[in-house]
């Protein structure tokens, strides 16, 4: 991990902004404040953050479209985001994460849970344990150059799709829990659900164009890579483990 990770905290509200910032900066982290999408779009184009907290409810442009807009643009699509939301139910969730955050945090949030899920988000996009390029089915990953392909043609993965499918492909044929997902891919996992597992297969699926039905789900077990798909990838992904 880079010495000082650079925050970019994306909050109509002064004073949760300011709170925010302050326990980052204690924690070791450089922050920058951004009150709405313009000032947004101003500090990316200034340097690209390591990771973004991005308030739902923004004057103009809400959290939402910034996250498809960041998560769609080569500068910004590696950048982890965690939403920050009012917006308690589970419907509103899913659609933060679909709209490609790596994780949410309800307000009101206590500041140790935000370090917690800001660190943990960071850990899986840092290679700590780069690992080896791996390959089964036409599908291949090279953790070094943060590249997968299939069948040679290059796939867009975001941070934790590309960790999950990494997870995958070093354990293929293997049946994996949500629970066991989230121990290894996620890793602190102590405020992550087990639906947002579903999620982020969703979008690995998606990610994975034709290779999208190369992950199985198991009825009652999981989820499971394997070289050899028995079922077309729409009846795949209707299936509820
Ligand atoms: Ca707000």
Redesign the pocket.
């Known amino acids: 991990m880079k010495n000082m990770p650079a925050v970019l905290v994306v ?3 002064p004073s949760i902004a300011e709170l925010i910032a302050v326990n980052l900066r204690h924690n070791g982290f450089r922050t920058t404040w951004a009150l709405d999408s313009a000032s947004a779009e101003r500090e990316i184009l200034a340097a690209v953050p390591d990771l973004i907290l991005l ?1 739902w ?2 004057p103009g442009e809400s959290g939402l479209v910034l996250a498809k807009r960041w998560r769609a643009h080569p500068r910004t699509k590696e950048v982890p985001i965690i939403m920050l939301t009012a917006r308690g139910d589970e419907a509103d969730r899913v659609a933060g994460l679909d709209a490609g955050a790596d994780d949410y945090i309800a307000k009101p949030f206590s500041t140790r849970e935000l370090l917690a899920r800001v660190r943990a988000v960071l850990r899986r996009k840092t290679p700590e344990q780069v690992g080896e390029k791996v390959a089964v089915g036409g599908l291949a990953l090279d953790p070094s150059t943060y590249r997968v392909t299939f069948e040679e043609q290059p796939l867009k993965l975001g941070p934790t799709e590309f960790k999950l499918l990494q997870f995958f492909l070093n354990a293929a044929e293997r049946v994996h829990s949500r629970a066991q997902l989230l121990d290894k891919v996620w890793g602190d996992h102590v405020y992550i659900e087990e639906r947002t597992v579903d999620v982020h297969v969703k979008r690995l699926r998606e990610a994975l164009c034709g290779a999208g039905n190369m992950i199985e789900t198991v009825r009652g077990a999981g989820y499971r890579l394997t070289a050899k798909p028995l079922v077309p990838v729409t009846s795949v992904e209707k299936t509820g483990a």
């Open positions: 909050e109509d509200e308030d409810m923004l």
